[in-house]
T-cell receptor
Framework: GQSLEQPSEVTAVEGAIVQINCTYQ??????LSWYQQHDGGAPTFLSY????GLEETGRFSSFLSRSDSYGYLLLQELQMKDSASYFC???????????FGPGTRLSVLP | EADIYQTPRYLVIGTGKKITLECSQT?????MYWYQQDPGMELHLIHY???????EKGDLSSESTVSRIRTEHFPLTLESARPSHTSQYLC????????????FGSGTRLTVV
């Protein structure tokens, strides 16, 4: 089976940098994804890490350490529109689908 | 424009009714999924399909059923709705989960009274 942990809430101010952590336990490991979901909206894909290291996409970066079973999403130059829930999702070597974490609610303050 | 559509957007029905939630995608994706999500909570996989005539149950036990007769269409049916089925149901499809992730529809918010 798989289990994922994320902080339930994170608060930051506009222009700041915030890091959302995700730790996981799986019987194997294939990859870690991140999704953003605004209130009342659908989740949207942000990034995928299959190998250790940092992947950068604009203001968002995602990091993975397979030896530590740990990853994070880094959001830079925070904007009000970044207020949303962020979910990590993992797929193990044996499963075909991704399992989602409990989500982190990010609030960006002016 | 390629997209994934869910109808209805909101639905309130009485206990015991049979309902079908519609999901269609125009992207030609083979893989499609149904997730259940309570407000502010994690997504739970209830059904998935890797192609026509292929359907499997997900990790979350569900009293719903699905069918996949056409690539673009993946409806979910509840034979007898109960208040415990009140939730949001999200349909998704994917071409490559590692490059593009899942594409989700806007969801159906179901309330059973």
């Amino acid at each position: 089976g798989q289990s994922l942990e994320q902080p339930s809430e994170v608060t930051a101010v506009e222009g700041a940098i915030v890091q959302i952590n995700c730790t996981y336990q799986t019987s194997g490991f294939y990859g870690l994804s991140w999704y953003q979901q605004h209130d009342g909206g659908a989740p949207t894909f942000l990034s995928y890490n299959g190998l250790d290291g940092l992947e950068e996409t604009g203001r968002f970066s995602s990091f993975l350490s397979r030896s530590d079973s740990y990853g994070y999403l880094l959001l830079q130059e925070l904007q009000m529109k970044d207020s949303a829930s962020y979910f990590c999702a993992v797929r193990d070597n044996y499963g075909q689908n991704f399992v989602f974490g409990p989500g982190t609610r990010l609030s960006v303050l002016p | 424009e390629a997209d994934i559509y869910q109808t209805p957007r909101y639905l309130v029905i009485g206990t015991g009714k049979k309902i079908t939630l519609e999901c269609s995608q125009t992207m030609g994706h083979d893989k499609m999924y149904w997730y259940q999500q309570d407000p502010g909570m994690e997504l739970h996989l209830i059904h998935y399909s890797y192609g026509v005539n292929s359907t499997e149950k997900g990790d979350l036990s569900s009293e719903s059923t699905v069918s996949r007769i056409r690539t673009e269409h993946f409806p979910l049916t509840l034979e007898s709705a109960r208040p415990s089925h009140t939730s949001q149901y999200l349909c998704a499809s994917s071409e490559s989960e590692t490059r593009y992730g899942y594409t989700f529809g806007s969801g159906t918010r179901l309330t059973v009274v």
